[in-house]
Structures are given as structure tokens and as C-alpha cells.
């Protein structure tokens, strides 16, 4: 994989699961709606997936060393990736009952990540326990204070 796809995949992989956790966490502790979490999640999985692009996009363009293959390698695989990890989760959300499918997603969401830390700190020659623990901490750390988030809004606000 040349630099370019492997930096969108990173960046799309980490963020499309991250985002969309804290996004499904975050809209079911506040409404219990599966209309509204996959509602969400529509959203996330096309505004934030070409947000992200376009970011990788602006980021490449300002570094100024890369070809313009290189830049819109980066900006199409980041936002394939991250479109299709956020839409992964849908599927529980869909086909389980709506708590179950939460749980299914934080753990579908924390292995896939667990996963993609230790593939990449094994190429970097690091330490694979240390990538997987300061990764999976960022997301639970995402997961718990957008389910706090989550139940706050509607006290706030009705």
C-alpha cells in the first residue's frame, strides 16, 4: 500500500470508527431512538467522510511536496474509509435490538482499531501493547464522555 492510500486508510479507519462510536453512544443515551442513531450515522458516514477528505486534501496540498495523485490518492481513500467504517454500524443498529447493537458496535469498533494499532506498530517495529493501550484509551475515553454528553443534553435542553 504507497504512502498515500495507507495515510487515507489510517486516518479514515481510526476516525470513522472513533467518530461514529461517539456519535451512536452519544444520541442513544440522549434520545433511545434507533431512528434517531441511524440518522446519525447516515450523517456522519457522507458529511464527515468528505469533511475528512477534504482535509486530507488541504493538509497534502499545504505540505507542498506531493504530487497531485498523491493528494487525491489520500483524499478519495480517506474518504472511502471512512464512509465505510461508519456505515458498518449500522448494521447492528438495524438488525438488533437497540442497547445489544450498541454494545455489538463498541466492540466491533474497539477490536477493529486493537487490530489496526497493532498491525501498524508491528510495521513501525514499536511496541505493539503500548500503540493498541494509548489507542483504545483515546476511543473509550470518546465513548464515555459522549454517553455523559448524551445525557446531558436533554436536561439542558428539552
Known sequence: MNHSI???FSFGLSS???TTLGLIVGLYSGTGSKMVV???ILTIAIADAFSDALGIHLSEEAEGVHSAREIWEATISTFVVK???S???VLPIIFLETLTAIFV?????LLVLGLFSYYIAK???ANPAKAIAEHLVIAILVIIVTYYVGLWVPKVFK
Not at 458496535?105 to 469498533?109: E, N
Open 6 to 8: 495507507q495515510k487515507g
Open 16 to 18: 470513522g470508527i472513533i
Open 38 to 40: 441511524v440518522g446519525g
Open 83 to 85: 464512509f465505510f467504517f
Open 87 to 89: 456505515m458498518i454500524f
Open 105 to 109: 458496535s463498541i466492540g466491533w469498533g
Open 123 to 125: 510495521k513501525d517495529k
